[in-house]
T-cell receptor
Framework: EPEVTQTPSHQVTQMGQEVILRCVPI?????FYWYRQILGQKVEFLVS????????KSEIFDDQFSVERPDGSNFTLKIRSTKLEDSAMYFC?????????????FGPGTRLTVL | KNEVEQSPQNLTAQEGEFITINCSYS?????LHWLQQHPGGGIVSLFM???GKKKHGRLIATINIQEKHSSLHITASHPRDSAVYIC???????????FGTGTRLQVFP
């Protein structure tokens, strides 16, 4: 069964460093999302991406964050200068239709630890 | 106040029991989602519904749009059902999901 994959599963970085989290969505999906979950808290929406551009972003998704679909298969989240509070589990998701119309398929997550 | 509230926060049950998890929301929605988060962190979509009731195996999800309330039922619960169950809503004209804090379910043999 097709699935969303994410790499790495765990990333440890120093504060101030740039990180890139990678996702491979399901191949025929058109909508892509990033969410994060700080330990012990609820999942929070970061950004949605459709037709090679951001369709929506939350207040969390500030200038330190960017997303890209560089090659038609990968979908990346970049954090330019990590802060301690960026430590969280980051989930990528994809869907055939928009969130209004269809369910989302989630990847296994990347645990980001900022020291 | 959270836009999506779930109850209970924690739930323990004996194998075979009927389980109900509740979700109330305070915003307008186009759809409501139930998801399952496993102990390792992975999230699986269970249901997306905008009206009525859906059933998949031992899982049943219902929604009452007028009352802004949804329930997830598990019949004949099993230890492998132990997980966090999360309610999330899609507001109209948006792609984002707003998540509840989840209900941690433990089913004992």
């Amino acid at each position: 069964e097709p699935e969303v994959t994410q790499t790495p599963s765990h990333q440890v970085t120093q504060m101030g460093q740039e990180v890139i989290l990678r996702c491979v969505p399901i191949s025929n999906h058109l909508y892509f999302y990033w969410y994060r979950q700080i330990l012990g808290q609820k999942v929070e929406f970061l950004v949605s991406f459709y037709n090679n551009e951001i369709s929506e972003k939350s207040e969390i998704f500030d200038d330190q964050f960017s997303v890209e679909r560089p090659d038609g298969s990968n979908f990346t989240l970049k954090i330019r200068s990590t802060k301690l509070e960026d430590s969280a589990m980051y989930f990528c998701a994809s869907s055939v239709e928009s969130a209004l119309q269809g369910g989302q398929f989630f990847g296994p997550g990347t645990r980001l630890t900022v020291l | 106040k959270n836009e999506v509230e779930q109850s209970p926060q924690n739930l323990t049950a004996q194998e075979g029991e009927f389980i109900t998890i509740n979700c109330s929301y305070s915003v307008g929605i186009s759809a409501l989602h139930w998801l399952q988060q496993h102990p390792g962190g992975g999230i699986v979509s269970l249901f997306m519904l905008s009206s009525g009731k859906k059933k998949h195996g031992r899982l049943i999800a219902t929604i009452n749009i007028q009352e802004k309330h949804s329930s997830l039922h598990i019949t004949a619960s099993h230890p492998r059902d132990s997980a966090v169950y999360i309610c999330a809503v899609s507001p109209p004209y948006t792609d984002k999901l707003i998540f509840g804090t989840g209900t941690r379910l433990q089913v004992f043999p």
